[in-house]
């Protein structure tokens, strides 16, 4: 139901922007959000939106990464700039009410230094 794309290669201090469409049904009254994941490691938050536009991000990202909504086009994205080594990782789209019950499937995003 959730459909994650625009991961890539990009060197350090570039830009990618990611896009997460639902298919299905509408999540325009959930919340949507984008976690990271490495290899061996825990899945973290990124950022998150709710359906009244109020974004909250991690402290690692502030600044640099920019989560939206297009609630006509059932898509939320995440405008990533000034990109580091250490953003390396899947980068997954999820939707929910009170916690994040649809997932979507992974996007691989590697920034070489």
């Known amino acids: 139901q959730l459909q994650a794309s625009g991961g890539g290669l990009v060197q350090a201090g570039g830009s990618l922007r990611l896009s997460c469409a639902a298919h299905?049904?509408?999540?325009?009254?959930?919340?949507m959000g984008w976690f990271r994941q490495v290899p061996g490691k825990e899945r973290e938050f990124v950022a998150q939106?709710?359906?009244?536009?109020?974004?909250s991000y991690a402290d690692s990202v502030k600044g640099r990464f920019t989560i939206y909504r297009d609630n006509a086009y059932n898509t939320v994205y995440l405008q990533m700039n000034i990109l580091k080594p250490e953003d390396t990782a899947v980068y997954y789209c999820?939707?929910?009410?009170?916690?994040?019950?649809?997932w979507g499937q992974g996007t691989l995003v590697t920034v070489s230094s």
């Open positions: 999820a939707a929910g009410s009170s916690t994040f019950d649809y």
């Open positions: 939106i709710s359906w009244s536009g109020s974004t």
């Open positions: 299905g049904r509408t999540f325009s009254t959930h919340v």
